[in-house]
């Protein structure tokens, strides 16, 4: 596939990585998703016929990342009505696929709006599957529009915080391209200060287990020329006492009503350490990842995930589902502690970011009036 290492100074637009796309060969159509467990070495393309095949791309985390995983349920739903399939159960099946990031249970609970109530309009099931296309495709415009208008007003931020530009940000995970229909979420906000020549350092933590970070931010910063340094999770204490952050971008899976973030296992401890340092901790995400049914950080479900992720070294072979076949970093028949998130508390949060701008301080009342507003804002 192309050449992933971006030249110096080169850009490789984000939008390029074919991370998920809607295609209608004469067989049938299909759901095409970057399997982002075979990266950085290699560019596999999974190709989806059914909302199975897609559950189990999400399960994998060969499709992650909030914001992606609305617009994956949205065309899932729509893949199983184009096919034929049993819409409610798919529904079902892509919502149940991971609990923590509430992108995915809206994305799939819009998909199935769409084909229900052209359903009902029509009675036509071909013309509900048109809808419930409709629906995933506006959701990935919108998606991309996001990200570009969380990026600018991540970068007003930055810069009002940081006159003078250089920052130096560390970012935990992956908030990519691979998330988003657009250029992302945190890193969306690290590329737009590359590209005006404001970006110094991008401090990328490996983020143990999956690496994330070392297998695809360090793959996407790249690709985009940006100035960029790996570092083990366990070394970012070391940067702070440095003196080395000068503010900390993540992403979100789910933000609670009073604002408490569950985000990548290892964010928390972030923003302790950003909080002991006096370093913005700024969290990016869309409105959509705000959830005004969640009360508070332990009302949200965090993933717990196989221990075999922590205990082996996964390799291509070793799916991250099935297991097996990796690499033993531990006795065999050692038990693990693997949650996939971890909450941090709206008083560790200096702002959130979001499409409609930036939120600072976090109280439940201005994340109560943001939703109140998207959703007075009908859907496209
Ligand atoms: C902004 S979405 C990216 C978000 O999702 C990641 O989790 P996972 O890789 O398990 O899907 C991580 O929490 C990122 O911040």
Redesign the pocket.
């Known amino acids: 596939m192309a050449d992933q290492q971006a030249r110096p100074g080169e850009d490789k637009r984000p939008s390029e990585i074919p991370v998920i796309r809607w295609e209608e060969p004469p067989e049938g159509p299909v759901l095409i998703l970057l399997d982002q467990t075979r990266l950085p070495s290699e560019e596999v393309e999974l190709v989806c016929t059914d909302a199975s095949a897609l559950v189990e791309a999400i399960r994998s985390?060969a499709v992650?990342?909030?914001?992606v995983l609305g617009i994956a349920g949205a065309y899932g739903v729509a893949l199983a009505a184009a096919r034929g399939f049993d819409v409610d159960e798919a529904a079902e099946a892509l919502e149940s696929a991971r609990p923590t990031?509430v992108n995915l249970s809206l994305g799939v609970r819009r998909g199935l709006a769409a084909y229900r109530d052209a359903l009902a309009a029509t009675g036509d099931p071909t013309a509900a599957a048109t809808a419930a296309l409709a629906s995933a495709q506006a959701l990935h415009r919108e998606d991309a529009e996001a990200s570009a208008r969380m990026a600018a007003h991540g970068l007003a931020l930055l810069d009002e915080l940081m006159p003078g530009g250089g920052h130096r940000v560390l970012t935990h995970?992956?908030?990519g391209a691979l998330?988003s229909g657009g250029e992302g979420?945190a890193f969306a906000v690290a590329l737009a200060a590359h590209r005006v020549g404001r970006l110094r350092r991008l401090w990328v933590d490996e983020t143990r287990p999956l690496l994330?970070g070392a297998r695809l931010t360090a793959w996407e910063a790249a690709r985009c020329g940006m100035a960029y340094t790996l570092l083990t999770d366990s070394a970012a204490g070391s940067l702070f006492a440095a003196g080395e952050v000068d503010a900390v971008l993540?992403?979100?899976?789910r933000i609670a009503a009073d604002g408490s973030v569950a985000?990548?296992v290892g964010s928390y401890p972030l923003a302790v350490l950003a909080r002991y340092h006096h370093v913005p901790f700024i969290v990016v995400?869309p409105v959509t990842t705000i959830d005004p049914d969640t009360p508070d950080g332990a009302s949200i479900e965090v993933e717990q995930r196989p221990g075999f992720e922590v205990t082996e070294i996964l390799t291509p072979q070793a799916t991250a589902v099935g297991g097996g076949g990796g690499v033993p970093l531990a006795p065999l028949g050692t038990q693990a502690y693997n949650p996939?998130?971890d909450v941090t508390p709206p008083e560790l949060v200096t702002a959130i970011v979001t499409e409609e701008g930036v939120v600072s301080p976090v109280t439940p009342e201005v994340l109560a009036a943001l939703c109140a507003k998207a959703r007075a804002t009908p859907a496209v």
């Not at 993540?250 to 899976?253: N, R, V």
Request: with cysteine; proline share 5%; hydrophobic share 45%.
């Open positions: 985390l992650r990342g909030a914001p990031a995970c992956n908030t998330v979420t994330q993540i992403g979100a899976d985000n990548k995400a996939a998130f």
